[in-house]
């Protein structure tokens, strides 16, 4: 009897060193289910399950017919939740068994204590060990690079950011400004790493095309916008997506339903447990409303903004509230299109998109409609990293060794882009 309590203590000590501080969230055995609502009538039904509680959690929104929405279901509530659907006729199918058996497949995660060398692209980092790289960077590039605070979060952590200038003139000409976000949404592990990656692409490539990008543009790279979800997605609830600020006994607010443009008009939640919450105003989140502000300074000379999310391979333009087009519309699809065709040159991969209330559902308060909107930025885009929206549930974990080939093709389309514009 003792041993077995000897034993007991000591995997309990194993689990707590292991884990840290926090309890880890684990969805053991909660299977997963894909809907397709046909009818408002469905689509009610499952707007009202969104949020009830912790038994469910929806990995899409639910606010709009005719794609799929998957839910992760816990064991003790299968019943009740198949005979809901049953009852108002949603079809459904379960795509996975074991919700926790796909988020154990190992995930490259640099620790480091043990890395102790260069900052890589081949496994994912921790917020902390970022950080510590962008710090790091003007010491090496004294005379281009420049780290500064974007922002803060709820938490009390910095939103960093780092400028990368090579001259502040081009042939005399004043030069424009290109900004990079990235980090938004918590899980979507590989928007901080494809914007870590470019940062070190415009400093250290040799390509003469990556070169005269770099170097003709003032580059201001923000890899995360919301840093207390990103350290929540590693201490404890890897499917985190929103901030971590507390709503009614819910936390956190969507921060890309959060900015100040046709704030909270479609496509959003007023359910603070809803993982599309808008927040109870138009910047409510100290996160958007504070970056919101430094990107403000920056009026007059953005040329060109980029929002990194995943998944599903599109590239999107404004807007999200109206399925009105955008009045440099033309513009904005020649970019796109030479954009979508570069994409796919190097590997294949296929991207899809177009102005986002058409190309994937209505959705207000994202920051690329408010900084086309509110801030004039006559070209700002939204890519949805890999994997292809054909993916599992699963997607926002993508294998590592997919870092470098997602940073290789973006680029690729950013110099594509860029030179459609115009300023290259
Ligand atoms: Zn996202």
Redesign the pocket.
Known sequence: MWQQLVLIVLIGLATTIQQGTAERIRYDNYQVYQLQPQTAAQLETIKELDGSSDSLLFVDPVHYLGTKINVLVAPQRVTDFLATLQQSDISYELVDENAQKSLDLEELVADPNRRRGEYTWTEYHELNDTYAWLRSLPEKYPEQVSVFVAGRSYEGREILGVKISYASSVDGATKRGIFLEGG??AR?WISPATTTYIINQLLTSTNADVRKMAESFDWYVVPHANPDGFVYTHTTNRMWRKTRTPYNGCFGADP?RNWGFHWNEVGASSNACSDTYAGPRAFSEIETRTLSDYISTLRGKLVLYLSF??YSQLLLFPYGHTSELPPNYKDLKRVFDVGVTAVSKRYGTRYTGGNVYDAIYPAAGASLDWAYGKLEVPYSYCFELRPSGSYLWSGFRLPAEQIIPTGEEIIDSMLAMIKGIGTL
């Open positions: 938004m949404h979507e890309n999310h995943s």
